[in-house]
Every structure is written in C-alpha cells, then in structure tokens.
C-alpha cells in the first residue's frame, strides 16, 4: 500500500486498463470484483458498485463520468502489479469521453455476456479500442445463466471480431466465478506502459472534476516525463497555465497524494484551477518550462448536439436555476447554457448537452439535487441555416428562425448508425429507420441469425425515442451505436402551435417539411390530450409560415364534481381537491389557458403508437 | 359544560354480494366474522364513550377521564348506521348496538336514527325490530327500477323487491324514507332516468327523502375493469357521457322539484322538513364520531379515520374486550388479595397492570385511529367554504364570521371575486331574520354555486385550499 511513497515503481508492474462491454454485460459488476479481489477494499467498505458512485448511475445501470481505481495485485509469479482501471462512459452520448479513456490505458478487457453474445455497443466499443492500438482481451461473464452458451460467445467473438478467445476466462462477476484467471490474464495480456520519465511532460487529460477545496482535480495518464508539485504545467489545447500543488493517485473514492507521477502512471493533478473548461478531455498538459513538441492526438473541442429550453416552473427560482447550472457546470464542461426568454415560459436558459441522455441527466439532476421544478422544451439538435445574404445562423432554438424569405437553405446533422439486429426482427427495424428519414448504406451478416444494419440517419430523428421505439420493435434484442459524420442539406421548415389562437413559442420545433403536417396533426392530437378541460373551449392549431394545417379542440368543461362523499370522510374529498389544486400549480399560463408543464415535452411522445 | 351536539357513524363493511360499481369498504362475510365485528364494534362504542383513542386529544386534556368535555356528555342528535348492507346483520345485533349507545351516549329524543338497507336483506320482521330500538330513518338502496339495469350493475334484488321493502317499511310505521338512485348508468338514456324517478314518485306515499347519485368508475371496481376493456361500448351499453350526465342530473333536479322535494345538497333532495340531519353535518362541521371498520371522524377540530384492516380492527378491539374483561376479573382477585397480604403490595399490583394495559394500548391505538390530523384555522375555514358550497344555502358570511372572527371576503376575496365572475358563484343576499331565525340575527349575505357552478364544484371548491 505505502508503496508509492517509498518506492519508484517500475514501469514493467503497471498495468492501465479498461473494461469494454456492451450496456448491462457486466462490466461494472467485473470492476467492482477486481476491486474486491485485489484487496484494497475489505468486503465490508464494498458498496454494491464502487465505481458508480452517482446515485444517478446506479439507476440507470449505466456509468457516466469517467473514473479510474488504482489496486495492488499480487500476481502468481510472485510480484506485486500496480493495477490502473479507468472506468468509461457507457453511452453513445459520451464517446468522445470514452475514446479519451481508452487513450489512457494500454489494454482492455472486453466483456461479453455468456448468453447474449456480441451486441452493436460491444462492437463499437472494441473497435474504439483496436483503433486506439489496445490489446483487447475477452472475458465471457455470466457463465452461470441457465441460458449461458460460452462455447458460441467465444466463436463469435473469432468469427466477427478476430480475435483470439478460446482462452477467455469464464466467469460470473456476480457471483465472483473464476475472477483470479482474469487478474492473471491482466498481468499476462496486457501489455507494460512505455515512455521516458525524463522526455519532457505530456500527461492525457481523460477527465477532470471540480472539488470545492483543491479546485479542479485533472485525471490525467502520463505518456512521457515526471510530473510533481512545484512543477509549472500548461494545457497545450486551452493555454492555461498553473503551478501543481498536489499529485496522487485514485484510492477506492479517494485521493491519494504522492510524490511524483511519471511516464506510464494514472493519477491526477490539482494546481487550484478554478474551472473544469479549463481542462478539457483530451487535452495536454506539458511542462511550461520544458515543453514537448507537439500535443497528443485526438483532441476535439467538445460540442453540445442537443439543445433543450430549460425554466424554472415557478418564474421566482430563476437565479436558483442559474445557480444550479453554474455549480454543474463546474464539473461538466460538456454542459453549456445561455439566457433565454420565452412568452409561454418567461425567463430560463438554451442548454447544450452532449445528447439526450446528458440531457436527462442533468434535468434530473437539477431536480434533485437542487429541488429545482423544470419545465424543459421539447430538445433539438444545432440547424446550419444559410441566409440569402451570405449570413451562417447556428440555430439551436426553434424560434429564432429568420422569416423564410432570408432563408437561402438549411443544415441538419447526419449520424452513421450501426444497428445489430436479428433476423427476424430486420424488416420491422428497417421500416422504423425508413420512417426516420434513414439512409440505407448496407447489411452484413454477423452470424447466421444476426445482422448489422447500416444507416444514415438524421440526428433529429433518432435524439427523442429512436432507442426506444428500437427496443420495442425488436423485442428488445436490437442494439444501437452512432457516430455524428456531418450536416447535410435539408428542407426544414419550423411547425408553430397555437392555443387559443396564441401562438406558443416553447412549443415550436423543426421539423422536415415533408412530415410537417403529419406531425402537426399528431402534435395537436396529443396537447388535446394533455391540456385539461377549462370552462371555455380551446383551438389547438398546427401552422407551417402562418397557414394552419392541422386543429383540434378541447371542448369547454362539461362537469367536474364528485358526488358522493364516502361517510363523512371529508379527508377524502379534501385530497382530491389539492391534488387538483397541485394540478393546476403544475401548468403553465399562456393567454387564459393553463397548458401542463410535461405538454413542452409532448413532442417527444408523437411516435408512441399507442 | 354547555350542552354540545354530536353525531354517531357506524360502519358496517359486510353485503351479500359486491355491486360492480362498488369501492366501498364492504364485503361479504360468513355469520362468524359478522358476529365477532359487531362484538368488536359493541366494544369501541363502549370505550370511545369514555376516551376517544386519540393521544393528541388527550394530550390537549380533551380525549381523557378527568376532563369535563368528553363524548358521553355531548348530546346525540343522528345515528346513522351505515354500509355495506347494514341489514345482512342479524338483527339481534342492531338491539344490542342500540341499547349500548343508548346506554353510553346521551341520545337526543328527537334524534335522527338511520339505518340503511337493501331489498333483499330485510324482512316486515327485521324492519319492526329496527322500529322498536327507536330507528326512525330507513334509507333504501334501490338504485334503478328496472330489472335489467339493476342485474347489469350487480345488485341483488329486483324493483318487485324494493317495493315489498318500501310496503313492509311504511307499514312497520317509518315515516321518514329515502330511497337511493343511480344515474348514468351503463347503456341509460333520458327515458331510463325519467321511468325511474317516475316510479318512484309514484310510490304512496312517494318518499320523504331522495338520494340521487351519478355513477362514477371507480378504479378497482369490475366496472373499471369492464371500462378499460372496453366492453360496455362492445355490448352496446356505453356510458353515457359528460354532456348525457349533466342533462340526467339537472332533469332529475327539474322533475324532483315540480313534486315538491327541495334540492338542498348537490345530490339530495328532501321534502320539507326532511333534509337528512346527519349528511347536513357533515357539510355544517358539526362533530361526529365513527365507529367501525375505516370510519371517520371529527372530534374536537382533529380529524382522524378508523383503520380499513378488518383483521386489525377485530385483533384490537377484541383484545381490549379480553382485557376489559380481565380487568374486571383481576380487581376482584386484587381487593381479594390486599386484603389478605401486607398493605404496600397493593399499589405493585395494580401499576403493574396498569403498565400493562397502557403498553399495549399505546402501541395499538396508532394503528387504528389513523390519518389523524389536527386541523388548523386555515384547515377550517377551507372546510367551511368546500363543504358548504355543497348545500342549496351556501356558505353564510355571518356564520363564518361568528366563527372565525373575519368574514370569508376577508380572507377568499379574489377567489370570490373571480369565482362570480365566471358565473359559478352567486352572492346571495337575505333580509334579516332568516327562516329559522337561528343564530343569525341580521341580515346576512350567503355564497352560493351557480347551476354552471354544481356541474364544476371541484374547480371551485378548489380554489379556496389555499397553497401549501
């Protein structure tokens, strides 16, 4: 354990590692097992998942911010190995985080689930790894289901990915089956980090996180030179430049400081940076006194591609909201906000994510954390819009298109999608990427019963319920991975919605004009339902440039009366009433009507077929 | 202490069969679970007549032996024993019931005493016996009068049923009859309702008292089910609809008045002098306590329910039953004892049961009055205004004054205002003197709902709960 403090550690014991798996295969069930079996947790300190200690992830089965343990091992030969796990992202939404990861480590563990075989999110996480030069070896998890077939996994794992498998552990991390033969593969197939403690500095940023009291801590992976307090570094991509303070490595939910971090080794680094955007993922930090030559590669700026109005329901909480969002933006770099206004909604903020899941993500957040009721408008993804003029109009809120007689033409991001899917439910999920503007680019077949489906797909169409409507379509066996490749033109046109002839703007969205009216028709179907009765009647109204092309109406409240009153209990009668009374507090006034908060959201419900 | 008024509820959760409409606390039960209920019921009668089970009462000094204010010394104005079907009892037990309030509560002698029945559970025998323990108010669940309607919603008897109970009522003496009434019910057009109440004015002499209520779909029930599933619109027997619902409720009121009935609550109509005194209580806030299965009451400005575990409910009561008895039994063997063994051993002995009892007791008690909520002013004066918006009178600025010391546009003002406004509020004002002359001397301005304001009384009721 004092290891580090004492000892200069030799490259050949450090082993840097992640875990690759689709969603739900295990992984952080295996790193938790590793943790354990490692030793530097007694059972007793284990939490079910040590990784994900967000109680949002837990949740969500899924991890979001990056994280690395550092464990000690000793091996069968005797010697004690400095394990790194870093720990990725597990969603489409965060792959550029996940490729940062992965750059950091020498190795990964690919974990496949005994019964499912190969998923579209495994394939798109090894090849992520192959392409960062990853010694990617196999583990078959959950050997121990009744419906378990290791033998097929591993053939499929030679058949489709071309690795070698037929000495893949077979394990269940639940139950802590055969977690020594991994540990040992550890030691044996991954290989020993390189680089020159004394070239100069050039450190990964994979992460970062803001901490209260030593400001932002940066994950980083040193790939050449030695790192220590005093030291002067400069991120290469941002230009700050700060005095270290303080370096170590990761405890189990701990900082560690020691002396020094050298080439090969994962730790952080804290020099009282005030702000995470400081210390982007995928930067470099170097010696400001002796830098290298030229950055690590790989670096992209990162981009939010889903943007969604958020306010606080009750107007009063606005500096709450922007509280709120500064303080997580500390921590999330990703996460970008501006001022906005809005008639229906009043004051709140445009906010960028990296796509819907963060989105939700945060809104929870928000919610939870800083007890925030929000209204959030239906989300939307960045338009180009190219004016007669010569103007270039990065639209992310719909009501800011210019008068359609500025417009030359329009822009909308295009994703690669990768869908796997078997056999029988091809059919249905080639109609649903049909339905979604998708371009066809191709089929292959994995194995005799499985295929990938390849598209190109409007990012528009797939950011609302695209996975959902997948999973319903393929009985959940279908899997989804996507890359953003560009923007494309496109005829896109903005659909309005008035209540009570008022035109709504937090309910305005873009849309392809092709789908404008059927849209529209299902828009105005579907605030029908959301909008309540009151004592008038409503016009709901879908327009395209002024001219409706869809209504409905909410007839005026015929009744609302409770009759019978149940023996005199009037704690009965009085419950209903402030539910009703809660009701209202819940809606938002537009003109004289009171629209529900999750109507803003309706937009996102237009495809459910029932 | 001035003399107060005070109701009695008491529940009893037992039918022969479930309506299909039914979500009450009701269900059918073999005679062995009946009788250990009432015997249990007998005993929270008994006990509540000197302390009502509720800590916070006594905490107050209100709920306990030494304070002057406690049930047994208010006056009993209404009985009303409700259901379920109260007469698949034995009707032994109604006697028993009655001579045990009668023998723990000052019943008034002109008190209200309601019993609710259903054809096909009583007999010109039963009815003479609710008769001679002083019952004066039979209420009749009648429902419909047609037999294929009553089949379709699950009751029991048929109309040729009802109108022997309505004979054997009015000839075992009740002179005070209501007759229940359901509206809207599945595949009912106008002509259904009208037949219906037309039957029933025709009755001689045509009932005192008229309860008429709208079906409502309650989640839980077989009708809910049938609803989700669709199958009304499949056997062609829809519900009537919003607009269908209305039209039935005002016609029922239309053709109720031209008979001379006065439409004086929401779903009631009485002729004069007949308005239910028991439900107006619940709508004036008078106190009342509820005995049995889930019952509710109001004590004291503190609200509080009766457990809805019927396992629960028999386990408690019927231990304080074992316990009372035993109490009963160990004072004898005590006295007997203290007076053989040294002087000092006494008082061990008696704290150690009393210790006893008390654990117990406050352990249990929790978890059968429950939803207990001491209500605040703001509490109360919401109940006065949504409870009293329920009757044809309103809600009397003089009485809210008198008893809240503002008068009700000090404190809903704009809700008044606006209410008024949309036409669902009436401010109504009467010349001094009023009626009855009682309590209020001048003259006196009444808030009233609109009939645009009954179709929409929840929307406006609501309004005057203030945010939390």
Same mark, same amino acid.
């Given at each position: ?41 007694t ?31 000793k091996a ?11 720990d990725?992202?597990?969603h ?22 005994a019964?499912?075989g ?12 192959l ?13 121990? $289901?009744?419906?378990a ?8 794992i ?5 690795? +070698? ?6 394990i ?11 540990? +040992? ?5 991954i ?37 220590k307090?005093?030291t ?33 080794m ?22 400001n ?6 950055? $690590? ?6 981009q ?42 009043g ?6 994510f990296?796509?819907?899941?963060h989105?939700?993500?945060i ?6 954390e ?8 239906a ?5 180009k ?33 990768e869908?796997?899917?078997?056999s ?28 990938l ?11 609302y ?23 494309? +033109? ?6 309005d ?6 035109e709504v ?37 879908a ?17 609302d009366? $409770? ?48 | 202490?001035g003399e ?26 073999d ?13 929270? @009668? ?6 009502i089970? @509720?800590p ?17 010394q ?29 023998e723990?509560?000052r @019943? ?20 003479m ?8 108010r ?10 294929k ?26 002179t ?16 259904d309702?009208?037949r ?15 309860? @008429? ?6 989640? =839980? ?48 109509f009485a002729?004069?002098g ?33 457990? =809805? ?23 004898k063997?005590?006295k ?16 150690r ?15 059968i ?34 008893r809240f ?12 205002r ?27 301005v ?23």
């Open positions: 354990m004092a290891l580090e403090n004492q000892v200069k550690i030799e490259q050949s014991k450090i082993r840097n590692f992640c875990i690759v798996a689709h969603i739900d295969h295990g992984k952080s069930t295996l790193a938790d097992r590793i943790i354990e079996k490692t030793g530097l947790l059972s007793r300190e284990m939490q079910a998942q040590v990784l994900d200690n967000m109680d949002l992830e837990r949740e969500r089965g899924i991890t979001i911010k990056a994280q690395a343990v550092r464990t000690v091992y069968q030969d005797g010697e004690e190995y400095i394990f790194n796990l870093i990725t992202p597990g489409v939404d965060f792959n550029y985080e996940v490729s940062r990861s992965l750059a950091a480590c020498d190795g990964a563990i690919l974990v496949v689930d019964a499912q190969i998923e579209a999110q495994t394939l798109a996480n090894v090849y992520l790894a392409d960062h030069d990853l010694d990617v070896f196999p583990v078959i998890n959950k050997i121990d $289901l009744p419906s077939e290791p033998q097929r996994v591993i053939e499929e030679e058949d489709v990915i071309g690795i +070698e498998a037929q000495d893949a552990p077979l269940s991390a639940k139950n802590g089956i055969n977690i020594e033969e991994v540990l +040992e593969q550890i030691v044996t197939k290989p020993a980090p390189k680089g020159d403690p004394n070239a100069p500095l050039k450190a990964l940023i994979f992460d970062s996180l803001y901490d209260s009291y030593k400001g932002v801590i940066v994950f980083c992976r040193i790939m050449e030179g030695t790192v307090k005093g002067r570094i400069r991120m290469m991509a941002t230009k700050a430049v700060e005095e270290v303070v303080e370096v170590g490595y990761f405890g189990a939910g701990q900082f560690i400081p020691c002396e020094e971090l050298s080439a090969g994962v730790g952080y680094i804290t020099a009282s940076i005030k702000n995470v955007k400081d210390t982007a993922v995928g930067d470099t930090v170097t010696d006194d002796n830098p290298c030559d030229e950055p $690590l590669p790989g670096y992209k700026k990162v939010s591609m889903v943007y969604c109005g958020m306010y606080p329901a009750d107007g009063a909480k606005y500096p709450d909201l922007r509280d709120a969002l500064e303080k997580l933006q500390l921590n999330d770099a990703s996460l970008n906000y501006e001022p906005e206004t809005s008639i229906a909604l004051f709140g903020f445009r906010c960028g990296l796509g819907l899941l989105l939700e993500i809104q929870e957040r928000l919610e939870r800083y007890n925030l009721d929000l209204v959030t408008t989300p939307g993804v960045i338009y819009v190219h004016k007669t003029n010569g103007e270039l109009i990065e639209l992310t809120n719909p009501s800011n298109l210019p008068d359609p007689s500025e417009i030359e033409y329009m822009e909308e991001p295009i994703v690669s999608a869908i796997m899917v078997t029988e439910f091809i059919g249905s999920i080639m109609e649903l990427c049909q339905e979604r503007r998708g371009r066809y680019l191709g089929m292959e077949y994995i194995e005799g019963t499985r295929a489906l390849k598209y190109e797909l409007p990012l528009n169409e797939i950011i319920d695209f996975f959902d409507a997948l999973k319903s379509r393929s009985r959940g066996y279908a899997s989804f991975d996507y890359d953003i490749k560009g923007y494309e +033109e496109s005829k896109l046109v903005k659909l919605i008035l209540i009570n002839r008022e703007d937090a309910l305005s969205f873009i849309v392809h004009a092709d789908s404008a009216y059927e849209r529209g028709r299902r828009m105005c179907e579907k605030l029908k339902d959301e909008i309540p009765r009151h004592l008038f009647e409503i016009p709901i109204q327009a395209v440039g002024g001219k409706i092309i869809a209504r409905e109406t909410v007839k005026a409240m015929r009744k009366v $409770l009759a019978k009153c149940y023996g005199g209990d009037i704690s009965r009668k009085k419950k209903l009433l402030e539910k009703q009374k809660e009701g209202k507090k819940r809606m938002r006034q537009v003109g004289n009507v009171e629209i529900p908060q999750k109507a803003f959201m309706s937009v996102l419900k237009l495809d459910d077929k029932n | 202490m107060r008024e005070s109701e009695l509820y008491i529940h009893i959760p037992f039918c022969v069969r479930k309506c299909k409409y039914c979500d009450f606390l009701s269900a059918p039960a005679a062995q679970v009946q009788n250990a209920y009432m015997e249990a019921l007998l005993e929270e @009668v008994r006990e509540s007549a000197d302390d089970g @509720v916070a009462l006594r905490e107050n000094g209100r709920g306990t032996w030494e304070n002057a204010v406690r049930p047994g208010d006056k009993v104005t209404s009985i009303y024993i409700g259901g379920g079907t109260p007469s698949v009892v034995d009707p032994v037990w109604m006697e028993k019931l009655m001579a045990c309030i009668r723990h509560y @019943v008034a002698e002109q008190a209200e005493i309601t019993i609710e029945v259903n054809p096909g559970t009583v007999t010109r025998e039963s009815l016996r609710y008769r001679h323990v002083g019952i004066n039979l209420s009749i669940g009648c429902q419909s009068t047609d037999d309607e009553l089949a379709r919603i699950g009751r029991i008897h048929t109309f040729a049923q009802f109108r022997d109970t309505y004979r054997w009522a009015r000839e075992t003496g009740f005070n009859v209501n007759v229940d009434l359901m509206n809207a019910l599945p595949g009912q057009i106008m002509a309702v009208e219906n109440l037309e039957r029933i004015l025709g009755l001689d002499p045509g009932p005192e008292h008229l309860s @008429v209520y709208s079906l409502i779909v309650e989640e =839980g029930t077989p009708f809910y089910r049938m609803w989700e599933n669709g199958e009304f619109e499949a056997k062609g027997m829809e519900l009537p609809d919003e607009e269908q619902e209305r039209a039935m409720y005002w016609r029922t009121a239309e053709l109720l008045r031209s008979y001379g009935y006065a439409h004086y609550e929401i779903s009631n002729k004069p007949y308005e239910s005194r028991h439900n107006s209580g619940y709508w004036q806030r008078r106190d009342y306590l509820g005995f049995g299965l889930g019952a509710a009451s109001l004590y004291e400005n503190t609200r509080f329910s009766n457990t =809805g575990n019927l396992h629960e409910y028999l386990s408690y009561w019927g231990n304080r039953r074992a316990e009372a008895a035993w109490a009963r039994g160990a004072a063997t005590e007997a004892a203290s007076e053989r063994v040294a002087p000092g051993s006494e008082e061990t002995a008696g704290y049961s009393d210790r006893r009892n008390e654990r117990t007791e406050e352990q249990d008690i929790e978890r009055r429950v939803q207990m909520e001491a209500l605040s002013v703001q509490d109360a004066m919401e109940e006065t205004m949504f409870l009293g918006l329920r009757m044809a009178e309103g809600v009397s600025a003089a009485a809210f004054r008198e010391g503002c008068g009700p546009e000090t404190v809903y003002g704009e809700e008044l606006e209410s008024i406004q949309e036409g669902l509020l009436e401010r109504k004002e009467s010349a001094a003197g009023g009626e009855n002359g009682k309590g209020i001397s001048e003259g006196d009444r808030y009233v709902l609109t009939k645009r304001g009954v179709d929409v009384s929840n929307y406006v009721m609501a309004k005057f709960l203030r945010d939390t």
